[in-house]
């Protein structure tokens, strides 16, 4: 491999709720499911770039993301998961898919977010990301992105193998893709079957007619448990077995059969060999418990709100909003970031001057399990409840969200701020080129990092040490760093904590 595997399409977030049934509801014969636990995932083309991340993989997801809970829960989830996110605006909400489980077993599964929005613009950075791959899975669920003009050119502009997951309200793969992995149904919709025809024939008539349809040079009709069928040329089809009986959750065994095809042929591997390994794999994956035991455990949930003073501006649905009223009226968006621990006014004079940078200042906010991580077990000082109240009294200050990772790039993949603001102890020194490190990140959407001045001469470890020895200090703190302030990504220097 000589560049990432770029995984194209609609994510959702998908939640698995486990409960107990033990009897009817009194106005209705339905069984009643007492909650006891749930667990958040990414889904669709998210899920497919965690099974290619997982398989040790750099992995680039482009797709598209709401400014909602929803979608910072998915940022958090595919950061934590090794995924590189390059996001584009989505119009609406984020689709979610809740499977309410009982012993194993799926009793409902209820589907919310509406109508697909429309994905916004590509930017070159993503651009880019496709034509420098090693291969390509476009991941289409339907709901849009596959069907962007840009991408689509870009999809046919480059010169990695791609792998088409086609979905039947999605749009035709982009005609010469090197494998089109549709699944049984998927290939009867798209090619109906003729009266009477086996189950061999019908997936065999659905594969050769897709692929002079699309152009496509193979296509594989997944069989379920049975294996899959692969077509290429007019030669005759050839029948990949399943290697293992497998009974069990197939919730994303679709996923991880297109994600193992592209990996392979990212390897330089034959589309019949890449069709072979994605059949043992995705065979294991059932039979090994499905996407309950092949994903690592979750990121823990972001805080969403908190209560009292100021809680009204933090957590995701408080940032949600001020994103929301800013870009519908083409305004900039400014973020900064830090721990914040012992708030004084070298941060103020931070937070005024980046506000003066755009049209509203969010503040990412390290959680306290976040500072702990970075600082040790007697910081913070002051807990993330109190450190969000204070942040949000600010009048430059338009909204606080917490986050729980020693960096804020899951956040950021979310926030997609124009301008992200860092201290001026930044600055390297070597010309007035300063040491940005979240500006690879920013480049994904076209943003920019900037650094702004600080007071000297103050530091929170001062601050401590002085309290505790009774003297005084001037006070200063983490306005920067991955944990503190402006400064976010690496350890700051300590004389501005």
């Not at 689709?95 to 919310?112: F, S």
């Not at 069990?248 to 060999?273: K, P």
């Amino acid at each position: 491999m000589t560049g990432p595997v770029v995984v194209v399409g609609d994510t959702l977030l998908d939640r698995d709720v486990e409960g107990v049934v033990n009897r009817l509801c009194p106005d209705s014969p339905v069984p009643v499911l007492d909650e006891t636990e749930y667990v958040d995932r990414p889904g669709g083309a998210g899920l497919a770039a965690v099974f290619a991340a997982a398989q040790g993989a750099e992995v680039v997801l482009v797709t598209a993301l709401a400014d909602d809970a929803g979608g910072a829960r998915l940022s958090a989830l595919l950061t934590a998961a090794g995924v590189q996110v390059y996001a584009l605006p989505l119009a609406g909400a984020t689709p979610e898919k809740i499977r309410l489980r009982a012993r194993g077993r799926v009793l409902l599964r209820h589907d919310r977010g509406g109508q697909p929005g429309a994905p916004g613009e590509p930017t070159e950075a993503v651009l880019r990301a496709i034509a420098s791959a090693s291969a390509v899975l476009v991941s289409d669920y339907g709901r849009g992105v596959a069907r962007h003009p840009a991408l689509r050119a870009a999809l046919g502009a480059t010169r990695a193998p791609v792998v088409w997951d086609p979905h039947p309200r999605g749009p035709a793969a982009v005609p010469g893709v090197q494998l089109a992995t549709p699944n049984e149904s998927e290939a009867r919709e798209l090619v109906p079957a003729l009266p009477g025809a086996t189950r061999l024939a019908t997936a065999s008539r659905g594969a050769q007619g897709l692929r002079r349809r699309w152009r496509a040079k193979a296509v594989a009709v997944t069989l379920g448990g049975d294996g899959a069928l692969l077509c290429h040329t007019d030669s005759t089809p050839l029948v990949v077995s399943s290697p293992l009986t497998a009974e069990g959750d197939t919730c994303g065994a679709g996923d991880r059969f297109a994600a193992t095809a592209s990996l392979a042929l990212a390897r330089g591997a034959l589309v019949s060999e890449a069709v072979q390994e994605a059949v043992a794999e995705a065979s294991a994956y059932v039979a090994g418990g499905g996407v309950a035991s092949a994903l690592p455990p979750p990121a823990r949930p972001e805080v969403v709100a908190v209560a009292g003073p100021g809680g009204e501006r933090v957590g995701v649905s408080a940032v949600a909003s001020v994103l929301a009223e800013v870009r519908a009226s083409g305004g900039t968006v400014v973020a900064t970031g830090g721990c914040f621990d012992l708030l004084h006014a070298g941060h103020v004079a931070t937070l005024q001057a980046a506000r003066k940078l755009g049209d509203c200042l969010i503040v990412c906010l390290n959680s306290d399990a976040s500072v702990a991580g970075l600082k040790g077990p007697e910081r913070p000082v002051v807990p993330e409840v109190d450190r969000s109240r204070l942040l949000a009294a600010l009048s430059c200050v338009d909204a606080v969200m917490i986050f729980d990772e020693p960096t804020p790039h899951a956040v950021l993949s979310w926030l997609r701020p124009d301008i992200w603001v860092k201290g001026g102890d930044y600055a390297t020194g070597a010309g007035d080129t300063p040491a940005l490190p979240e500006a690879e990140i920013l480049r994904r959407w076209g943003g920019h990092t900037v650094v702004v001045p600080y007071l000297d001469g103050r530091s929170t470890t001062d601050m401590i040490a002085a309290a505790r020895a009774g003297g005084r200090s001037n006070g200063a703190c983490c306005a920067a760093s991955p944990v503190s302030g402006p400064h976010s990504s690496g350890p700051a220097p300590e004389r501005i904590r």
